[in-house]
T-cell receptor, first 112, second 114 residues
Framework: SQTIHQWPATLVQPVGSPLSLECTVE??????LYWYRQAAGRGLQLLFY??????ISSEVPQNLSASRPQDRQFILSSKKLLLSDSGFYLC???????????FGEGSWLTVV | AQSVTQLGSHVSVSEGALVLLRCNYS??????LFWYVQYPNQGLQLLLK??????LVKGINGFEAEFKKSETSFHLTKPSAHMSDAAEYFC????????????FGAGTRLFVKA
């Protein structure tokens, strides 16, 4: 069966520091991968999605970037964090050609 | 373009009462529709989905939803609420644009009173 993991689960970072959140999927190949952000009391905002290695689509202009160095690895990064980057970040995956996505456990980021 | 509107950011019901969470969508192509549930500090769990075929879809934990194309709605119901149903619920719509992209509503927090 397929599993998805993301880490770290919780992160407290100062303003201006870099960020790296990592997500990996097991038990499938060539998945579609997604990063969402959930701000406090708000819905989910799609940040990035990827249909293959090195293929990244950005949904909103922002202070973040994403990379997919391997088939089942998806990384969310920032060079300099802003206070507004605080939130709950969720990685998700879907089968290649599939219409359903499945979420990881989420990562809480607090920028102080 | 797709969008999802969930009516009511908070819904409160008594234990044993009917649960009704409303969702309307907008999509330029036939949509795939989903409901997810999120418990505190956790990721989202798929409750049910509509892709094609029967418009009444049954999911886990006794929930079901009905796709009504004429009303562009996909409301979530459960005949009898349980305390363990207290969580946040998200409606979502997906379509293919070089890969499936899923857009979520703002969420509805369900409170269940004893």
């Amino acid at each position: 069966s397929q599993t998805i993991h993301q880490w770290p689960a919780t992160l407290v970072q100062p303003v201006g520091s870099p960020l790296s959140l990592e997500c990996t999927v097991e038990g499938t190949s060539n998945p579609n991968l997604y990063w969402y952000r959930q701000a406090a009391g708000r819905g989910l905002q799609l940040l990035f999605y990827s249909v293959g290695i090195g293929q990244i689509s950005s949904e909103v202009p922002q202070n973040l970037s994403a990379s997919r160095p391997q088939d089942r690895q998806f990384i969310l990064s920032s060079k300099k964090l802003l206070l507004s980057d605080s939130g709950f970040y969720l990685c998700a995956w879907g089968q290649d050609g599939g219409n359903t996505i499945y979420f990881g456990e989420g990562s809480w980021l607090t920028v102080v | 373009a797709q969008s999802v509107t969930q009516l009511g950011s908070h819904v409160s019901v008594s234990e044993g009462a009917l649960v009704l969470l409303r969702c309307n969508y907008s999509s330029s192509v036939p949509p795939y529709l989903f409901w997810y549930v999120q418990y505190p500090n956790q990721g989202l769990q798929l409750l049910l989905k509509y892709t094609t075929g029967a418009t009444l879809v049954k999911g886990i934990n006794g929930f079901e939803a009905e796709f009504k194309k004429s009303e562009t709605s996909f409301h979530l119901t459960k005949p009898s609420a349980h305390m363990s149903d207290a969580a946040e619920y998200f409606c979502a719509v997906s379509s293919y644009t070089g890969g499936f992209k899923t857009i979520f509503g703002a969420g509805t927090r369900l409170f269940v009173k004893a």
